[in-house]
């Protein structure tokens, strides 16, 4: 009973603070999926602040509230495409009790993740046009490398890849997937290039096993 009377307590200030905090998420949100929608589809420098605003049903006065300008919008952009990357390639990996093979899956996942239209356009083709390169490095390394060096810390502690300094290892790796992303998105043919990476992939991470593994 205490418990429900704070809450039927709340003052009306308290309850209008919230309703405009989940107001303005929401509007970001908005934003962010309208950006996306457009800019996947034709590219950041045909797509237009107005354009965006009437997507996502909101006024430019909204955008500039959340945002300085179309560059500051589409920097959010990399940021959420790149995050909701990451997340699926945790997922694909989540269930994989061998550390290697997780490593394995990891890369496996992130190529994958470059036949996506979407993310080609924003983070492997206007990525590097629009944004300056220590501005997109941070967004694509913010998680991707911590989650590799994680990985090789355990494959390393497991046995499974030769004992050695993870960060500059991770960084190589990380160095890598970078170029095979490019790569990737770049070619005419982008499904057979994701295959050749991948098989490079793989045998460069097989070459981390410990000299006297089978």
Request: proline fraction near 3%.
């Amino acid at each position: 009973m205490a418990v429900t009377g704070e809450l039927r307590s709340a003052s009306p200030r308290n309850r209008s603070a919230t309703r405009r905090s989940e107001n303005a998420e929401a509007t970001r949100a908005a934003l962010l999926k309208a950006a996306l929608k457009l800019i996947s589809a034709r590219g950041y420098a045909d797509v237009s602040i107005d354009e965006i605003c009437r997507r996502a049903r909101v006024t430019k006065g909204a955008l500039y509230h959340h945002f300085r300008d179309k560059r500051d919008l589409f920097r959010a952009l990399c940021e959420y495409v790149e995050e909701a990357w990451v997340d699926e390639m945790v997922a694909a990996v989540s269930a994989e009790r061998d550390a290697l093979r997780r490593l394995e899956l990891g890369c496996d996942a992130f190529l994958d993740g470059c036949l996506d239209p979407a993310r080609q356009r924003i983070l492997l083709l206007d990525g590097p046009a629009v944004l300056d390169w220590e501005e997109l490095r941070r967004i694509d390394s913010r998680r991707g490398l911590g989650l590799i060096g994680g990985a090789l810390t355990q494959a390393i502690e497991a046995g499974r890849v030769e004992s050695q300094p993870v960060e500059p290892l991770a960084h190589l790796i990380y160095g890598a997937l970078s170029e095979a992303s490019l790569a990737i998105a770049r070619d005419d043919k982008p499904e057979a290039a994701r295959r050749r990476m991948g098989v490079a992939m793989r045998r460069l991470i097989e070459g981390l096993r410990p000299a006297d593994s089978e």
